[in-house]
């Protein structure tokens, strides 16, 4: 996606090969699932257990992905509110208020802060006051 192109209608980000490698695992959980009913073997237990294990390790993957992702935006946000000198409002933010923030330019931070503190709004609410849309190209 193009930096010019991103706005609120579009910004929204769905990791298909996280979904995909997700769904191949509950089918092969499930197939695995009825031959170990019908076979009762220690391969087939084997093999679903394996598929759990994969399955398991896929969730975790894309929770600890979204975590780190989290902490690099707060970082990110915290930088961007002391270069603005609006350090002191970062504790003030809720985290999905500074998620949202990142959207929009320097210009129209501060004001956006203020509203987003006094107005408790929401990160949707925030999006859409955006104006000078700022594209984040790197989400995982």
Request: aromatic fraction near 6%; charged fraction near 25%; glycine fraction near 4%.
């Amino acid at each position: 996606m193009s930096s010019s192109t991103q706005n609120y209608a579009n910004h929204a980000h769905r990791p298909t090969q996280t979904l995909v490698a997700a769904l191949l695992t509950l089918i092969a959980l499930g197939i695995l699932a009825l031959n170990l009913y019908r076979e009762r073997s220690l391969v087939a237990l084997g093999l679903l257990c394996l598929a759990g294990a994969v399955f398991v390790l896929v969730s975790i993957s894309r929770a600890y992905i979204v975590k780190l992702q989290d902490r690099i935006i707060r970082t990110e946000m915290h930088l961007r509110l002391e270069r603005l000198g609006r350090g002191a409002d970062f504790g003030r933010l809720e985290h999905r208020q500074l998620v949202a923030l990142r959207f929009a330019s320097d210009a129209e931070m501060p004001a956006l802060i203020d509203r987003a503190i006094a107005e408790k709004l929401s990160a949707k609410d925030i999006k859409q006051a955006v104006r000078n849309w700022q594209a984040d190209d790197y989400r995982t």
